[in-house]
């Protein structure tokens, strides 16, 4: 594991989001033993007129608007993790490709550049830097290598020619940014399969889960009730055409969905079924609470180029809890079989659903839960690690542990 090291994360997700974020759980183990400075991404004119009109109390003015310095430190069971929140963005995203948004892209670059070296030299983290870009090539590509850093790696987690505010430009600078970082880093084997021909110093480190916390949600028996949850974003990503079928055809089973609405018209869809429950998005400390009355925890996605690239944070946060999984064939699922269900069909989804409640008890939940222990953020900061110590070695660094 890395130690006493600068690390620069330069991110999309908020340190503080609603949703599990893969990068925000590596930064807090990293956050241990080394000093770790988060960027979280800017906000834009566009996000701070709207808060306005809508008078969100809600909404970080102070933050927006440089008031408070914009940086905050976090600390909690042992790490300590400096968030910074950079000064307002222009909003280009709807400005085609072409002169103009790359002009103003780099002025965006360069107010976040400019916020990000003014705190780098007050925490003292300008030698031997470690510069990680998340899922945001965008500012991978204005401001990779502009902090003098020992190494500049990509962290990509999802499909970025389907993430709404990217669909613009992320794909073309995705690309561009691939080539330019010394490595890449994969959370999946259907994105590295897709995109590792592009960098050869790529490398694969799937998402884990916080085994410990969704461990206190382990009952040695199964609830009376049969209760289906599904934890995550209610998007675009899930097959509704399943999730009514299942519904109408197991009305005596509740299906509760906590999470982010992200598609409206599908929860209309979905909630005017009695047995359907929409619970809203919930802090990540709350979720096993919830996951404590689940019969079976379902991964209901459709099957297309976009959900191959996904690796689940919640199949590892279902079976941490010793609950039944079933899945759909989305994705590269090997690594769970025999532990979990996987359905090619809605028949098969339902049937084998209703075989993994009533065939569930104390010792197939013992071995759900050490199936993920396997799958901690621990384990995968040590291998975020190794890919760290891989690369400064043949980059020819001399502080690495290499």
């Known amino acids: 594991m890395l130690k006493n090291r600068n690390i620069l994360c330069v991110s999309v997700p908020s340190w503080k989001a609603n949703y599990a974020s893969t990068i925000v759980e590596l930064m807090k183990k990293m956050g241990m033993d080394n000093k770790v400075l988060y960027v979280q991404n800017p906000y834009t004119i566009k996000d701070l007129l709207t808060a306005l ?3 969100d109390k809600k909404f970080p003015f102070k933050t927006v608007l440089n008031l408070s310095g914009g940086l905050v430190t976090h600390s909690e069971n042992d790490t300590e993790v400096h968030v910074l929140t950079p000064p307002l963005n222009l909003t280009i995203n709807f400005l085609p490709q072409g002169f103009i948004y790359d002009q103003l892209l780099k002025f965006n670059g360069w107010l976040v550049r400019r916020s990000v070296k003014k705190q780098l030299r007050r925490l003292n983290m300008n030698k031997d830097l470690i510069h990680i870009v998340s899922f945001h090539p965008l500012m991978g590509v204005v401001n990779g290598r502009k902090f003098g850093e020992n190494m500049l790696l990509y962290h990509c987690y999802d499909e970025i020619g389907h993430a709404q505010w990217m669909k613009n430009h992320g794909t073309a600078y995705e690309n561009i940014f691939i080539r330019k970082a010394d490595a890449v880093v994969f959370t999946s084997q259907g994105l590295m399969e897709k995109k590792s021909s592009l ?3 790529s490398f694969l480190v799937k998402n884990g889960a916080d085994i410990g916390l969704f461990s206190t949600a382990f009952n040695k028996i199964p609830p009376e009730k049969n209760t289906v949850g599904f934890i995550g974003s209610i998007d675009d990503r899930l097959d509704y055409d399943l999730l009514e079928y299942l519904a109408a055809s197991m009305p005596e089973t509740v299906f509760q969905f906590i999470g982010r609405v992200v ?3 599908a ?8 047995n359907v429950q929409f619970l809203g998005a919930k802090k990540l400390e709350e979720l096993p609470g919830y996951v404590k009355e689940f019969s079976a925890g379902i991964i209901p996605f459709v099957k297309n180029e976009f959900t191959k690239g996904i690796y689940p944070l919640k199949i590892n946060e279902y079976l941490a809890a010793g609950i039944p999984v079933v899945s759909t064939d989305f994705s590269y ?6 532990v979990i269900t996987i359905a090619r069909d809605k028949e098969q989804f339902r049937k084998g659903l209703m075989d993994e409640i009533n065939t569930d008890n104390y010792e197939k939940r013992m071995n759900r839960q050490q199936a993920a222990s396997k799958n901690s953020w621990d384990s995968r900061a040590e291998d975020l690690s190794r890919v760290i110590e891989t690369t400064e070695a043949r980059l020819g660094f001399k502080n690495s542990p290499v």
């Not at 929860?267 to 009695?274: G, H």
């Not at 699922?333 to 025999?338: R, S």
């Open 53 to 55: 009109m809508r008078r």
């Open 199 to 201: 960098n050869r110093n």
């Open 263 to 265: 598609d409206e018209k």
């Open 267 to 274: 929860k209309l869809r979905l909630e005017k079924m009695a």
């Open 333 to 338: 699922l090997e690594d769970f079989t025999g």
